[in-house]
């Protein structure tokens, strides 16, 4: 930890992925974390490997959560839960599902944002990480999904200005393809996921994006590493179409 006045973070969706990966560098860093997801089996997996403490609620659940963040007092939280409802198009997609998407994608973390802002203010410190994509930034191939990372986008850009002079940081991370579990659970089935096709590259791991998270919360504290951006080398955006989509068309995955 270089500088190591945040010492305390809320990591969500910490049961796969992407959250995983950045509680165990989190921990790894000398720092108390608190995991937040559903599967708690998982959770307590987890706690067992890396000394993490650990909730399990679901991040809609607001007063829950709020609660958790009133007895911890996160220095940093990482909004990293998220679902790629919406993936394989918005035609047909259930009321059900595209509500879900929202309320986890922008609801959820706008919220959890909002419930750790006092503490981090009274305290002169602190530290918001969302995990954006880049999907939110440029067009890909999903109407709802990059939508709600949108969202994402212009929160943290506005949050950030918001709390200029509070001493609190707001960094959004923004990945390419990851090796997670996250298209299964997007695709919803094994069928689903197999016509969606193999993204067919090196993708980046978990662990890649978690270390960009950890050089963003490692920075000197006058230094707010406002976004970074993370793709794997063999996926670019641009051109007519990005290259991974065209791939999907062509039924080139393996
Ligand atoms: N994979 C990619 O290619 C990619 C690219 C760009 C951005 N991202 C973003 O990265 C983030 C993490 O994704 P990932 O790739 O690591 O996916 P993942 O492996 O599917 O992990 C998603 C995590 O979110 C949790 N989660 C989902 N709904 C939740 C809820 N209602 N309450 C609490 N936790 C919930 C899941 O835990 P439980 O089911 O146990 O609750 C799980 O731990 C997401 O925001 C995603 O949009 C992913």
Redesign the pocket.
């Known amino acids: 930890m270089s500088d190591p006045y945040l010492t305390t973070a809320l990591v ?9 990966a950045t509680v165990r560098a989190l921990a790894a860093s000398g720092r108390r974390v608190l995991a ?4 708690a089996e ?2 307590e997996k987890l706690a067992d490997e890396t000394g993490c403490t650990w909730f399990a ?4 659940d607001v007063d829950a959560i709020a609660a958790e963040i009133g007895r911890f007092e996160p220095d940093i939280v990482v909004n ?5 409802h919406g993936i394989t198009g918005l035609a047909g997609l259930d009321d059900a599902a595209l509500r ?1 998407a929202v ?3 922008v609801l ?1 973390p706008i919220r959890i944002a909002a419930a750790a802002l006092p503490g981090m203010k009274a305290r002169a410190r602190g530290h918001v990480v969302n ?5 939110g930034l440029h067009t890909l191939v999903s109407a709802v ?1 990059g939508a709600t ?1 949108s969202a994402v986008h212009m929160f943290s850009q506005n949050l950030r200005f918001e709390l200029v002079g509070a001493g609190i940081r707001v960094t959004e991370i ?12 997007a695709a919803g089935d094994e069928t689903k996921l197999a016509a969606m096709g193999r993204s067919g590259i090196t ?2 791991t ?1 662990d890649d ?1 978690a270390a960009a998270i950890l050089f963003a919360v490692d920075a000197p504290r006058h230094v707010n590493v406002a976004m970074i951006e993370i793709l794997p080398t063999e996926q670019a955006v641009g051109g007519v179409v990005g290259k991974l989509v065209e791939a999907w068309k062509n039924g080139e995955g393996p």
């Open positions: 969500t969706g910490a049961t796969s992925g992407i959250g995983a937040v997801a559903r599967r998982r959770l609620g679901d991040v809609r990293n839960a998220g679902v790629g879900e309320d986890i994608n959820a995990i954006g994509s880049i999907a999904y990372k923004c990945p390419g393809r990851v090796a997670s579990e996250f298209y299964q659970a993708e980046l978990p994006v």
